[in-house]
């Protein structure tokens, strides 16, 4: 907790134009305590039980055409800017099957599960606040939820039989997944998002019934899995089950191909399929309506579970193709293939975090060309419970839908400004330290805040506005999640020295593994940010359930974020600062929002 002696410092300095020297740091960290359950034994994945081909069914679509030919796989390509990141398998790296995530361009990798048991299956909620998984840690397969941090781990499944390969669906209410919990074969079944409302997903199956790889159209109304070697699609409710492909006996191998390891893109225009055709796994695209087989590898290995990127542009898939399984991308036609992990371990089962719900839409705004994401309408929680005075109470906030924009505004962007008349010089200017091109401009007044956002054909955010963006809709207490501050996702002083040892601020954008859940980049640390609100510390007591915009009229003004010079406590998504509207600092910056 800060002090009263250094929150009273902290607010003469904000009544003193051009005060830039007085620290705002906390010192007290939330504790993290992980309880490791002993090792369990390594699973294999469970195999597709063997099964007697069935009579060919009449298909309710036209069956696939022949694949298209192929060329030789392509030299590799350079690694993409990391975007959304990407979950994966690892197996062995550590003693076992454990849940790993990286950036999509191979970097950060990182391994998310600490049991000592088996952990895979990964699956992104819609949100990407939170992984369903299978986990053997209570000595059965069952079906876990996570946060994107591995904090608050939910067992939702509770039975002998093993169940796995948990999908969510795109409203995040349900998780479609496998079971051979009513006899010997792997069916679908569908349960709610809390583990509630368990059945199965369909009342009939075929006499030989073995379904696989459920995958959820983008819409939500279908499901497309893998059943008797052929793809199907059924509505969500369980009917109108309709065959897609017709595989009948292949010559060369003796036996009927199958599809198996299914993702939908999130255009809703193909479905990808691991198909061994050809005598080994290869990575196929057939269009939803069943129609347009085509062949995206040809390699004498396993190419197998594909996964989309969530512009539908790529597709990451697991390969042994170089001596062990390894993640690597490619482009939707096949082409720009490139290699992420290279590991002795095998490295399986890719994927790629979805697009937030309303906010995989982005645009640039014309006037300073500032990056710009949608934040949806709805309720989010404001405030904590374990916080300042200021803080509290924890509240219920509706919003209606907004834009805010991925950076602080630099320094590039903001002498535009001052060049167009609209705007007064930062104060820091000519100062070396924080003038650069790319760095946040700091040393504003928030009536120069107030007038660039205006000029740029924005405005500020509100104080609600700047917390839900920061912290979405689950409450998380740091842009990332619920893991303190480091200076792997923010310019802190994180304990090595001010600004991660730089002493100043960073370029906007530089961690972008703490980006928040709609994408916004620096929101904890680099510089604190001024917002529209005039501050009262005990506003959240009789704040508006809906757009609040702060007390009518006071004498400070609100800040946000925390900025190079804090500890982890002090970037919190929840912490409240203020200062006078005429002061400055090098540590005070702002970002816009539009509606």
């Known amino acids: 907790m800060k002090s009263t002696a250094l929150l009273l410092l902290m607010f003469l300095c904000a009544l003193v134009p051009g005060c830039a020297?007085?620290?705002?740091?906390?010192?007290?960290?939330?504790?993290?305590?992980?309880?490791?359950?002993?090792?369990?034994?390594?699973?294999?994945?469970?195999?597709?039980?063997?099964?007697?081909?069935?009579?060919?069914?009449?298909?309710?679509?036209?069956?696939?055409?022949?694949?298209?030919?192929?060329?030789?796989?392509?030299?590799?390509?350079?690694?993409?800017?990391?975007?959304k990141p990407i979950a994966f398998v690892s197996k062995q790296r550590d003693g076992n099957h454990q849940i790993y995530v990286m950036s999509d361009n191979g970097s950060n990798q990182t391994r998310l599960t600490t049991t000592g048991s088996y952990n895979s299956d990964p699956a992104w909620s819609p949100d990407e606040t939170r992984l369903a998984f299978v986990s053997y840690r209570d000595g059965n397969y069952e079906i876990y939820t996570m946060n994107a941090d591995e904090s608050g781990s939910k067992r939702l499944t509770n039975n002998p039989a093993a169940d796995i390969n948990p999908?969510?669906?795109?409203?995040?209410?349900?998780?479609?997944?496998?079971?051979?919990?009513?006899?010997?074969?792997?069916?679908?079944?569908?349960?709610?998002?809390?583990?509630?409302?368990?059945?199965?997903?369909?009342?009939?199956?075929s006499s030989v019934p073995n379904e696989n790889s459920p995958t959820w159209s983008p819409d939500g109304k279908h499901i497309a899995f893998s059943s008797d070697t052929d793809i199907y699609v059924v509505n969500a409710d369980g009917s109108n089950r309709v065959r897609l492909t017709n595989n009948t006996q292949s010559t060369s191998l003796g036996?009927?191909?199958?599809?198996?390891?299914?993702?939908?893109?999130?255009?809703?225009?193909?479905?990808?399929?691991?198909?061994?055709?050809?005598?080994?796994?290869?990575?196929?695209?057939?269009?939803?309506?069943?129609?347009?087989?085509?062949?995206?590898?040809?390699?004498?290995?396993?190419?197998?579970?594909?996964?989309?990127?969530?512009?539908?542009?790529?597709?990451?898939?697991?390969s042994n193709r170089d001596g062990n399984y390894e993640i690597y991308v490619m482009n939707a036609d096949g082409t720009g293939l490139n290699h992420l992990t290279n590991n002795s371990?095998?490295?399986?089962?890719?994927?790629w975090a979805p697009s937030q719900p309303g906010s995989p839409s982005t645009q640039v705004r014309e006037r300073d060309g500032a990056e710009t994401f949608s934040v949806p309408a709805g309720e989010f929680t404001m405030g904590s419970d374990s916080g300042?005075?200021?803080?509290?109470?924890?509240?219920?906030?509706?919003?209606?839908?907004?834009?805010?924009?991925?950076?602080?505004?630099?320094?590039?962007?903001?002498?535009?400004?001052?060049?167009?008349?609209?705007?007064?010089?930062?104060?820091?200017?000519?100062?070396?330290?924080?003038?650069?091109?790319?760095?946040?401009?700091?040393?504003?007044?928030?009536?120069?805040?107030?007038?660039?956002?205006?000029?740029?054909?924005?405005?500020?955010?509100?104080?609600?506005?700047?917390?839900k963006a920061a912290r979405g809709s689950d409450g998380r207490k740091w842009p990332w999640g619920n893991s303190p501050a480091t200076c792997d996702y923010s310019v802190l002083d994180a304990g090595d020295g001010r600004g991660c040892g730089r002493d100043t601020t960073w370029p906007v954008g530089s961690k972008t593994s703490g980006a928040s859940p709609y994408g916004a980049l620096d929101m904890a640390g680099n510089v604190w940010e001024w917002v529209a609100d005039w501050y009262d510390a005990t506003y959240y007591s009789r704040s508006p359930a809906r757009n609040p915009?702060?007390?009518?009229?006071?004498?400070?003004?609100v800040l946000r974020g925390g900025s190079w010079r804090d500890l982890s406590y002090g970037v919190r998504t929840t912490i409240r600062n203020y200062g006078n509207p005429g002061a400055t600092g090098v540590y005070f910056g702002f970002r816009c929002a539009q509606d």
């Open 255 to 318: 036996r009927v191909p199958s599809f198996s390891e299914l993702a939908w893109s999130p255009d809703g225009q193909h479905i990808a399929s691991s198909y061994n055709r050809d005598g080994n796994d290869e990575i196929y695209v057939i269009n939803a309506d069943g129609s347009g087989l085509k062949r995206l590898t040809n390699n004498p290995a396993s190419d197998q579970y594909p996964a989309w990127s969530p512009d539908s542009k790529r597709i990451a898939f697991a």
């Open 345 to 351: 371990a095998d490295d399986i089962l890719p994927a």
């Open 21 to 83: 020297e007085q620290e705002t740091q906390q010192t007290t960290e939330d504790a993290i305590v992980e309880d490791l359950p002993p090792a369990r034994p390594t699973y294999t994945r469970t195999p597709t039980p063997s099964i007697t081909p069935t009579p060919s069914r009449t298909p309710t679509v036209t069956p696939t055409g022949t694949p298209s030919a192929t060329t030789p796989p392509p030299t590799l390509a350079a690694p993409a800017p990391a975007q």
């Open 549 to 557: 915009t702060g007390p009518e009229s006071g004498t400070l003004r």
């Open 388 to 467: 300042e005075a200021s803080e509290k109470p924890v509240h219920r906030v509706y919003l209606d839908s907004f834009w805010i924009d991925r950076t602080e505004v630099t320094n590039g962007q903001y002498t535009h400004c001052v060049t167009a008349g609209k705007c007064n010089p930062s104060r820091s200017a000519d100062n070396s330290k924080v003038n650069g091109e790319n760095q946040p401009v700091v040393s504003v007044a928030w009536d120069d805040a107030k007038a660039y956002c205006e000029w740029a054909g924005a405005r500020l955010p509100t104080e609600a506005e700047w917390e």
């Open 167 to 205: 999908k969510w669906s795109p409203d995040g209410t349900r998780i479609a997944f496998v079971s051979n919990r009513e006899g010997g074969f792997y069916l679908i079944f569908v349960m709610n998002a809390d583990g509630l409302g368990v059945k199965a997903l369909m009342a009939t199956h």
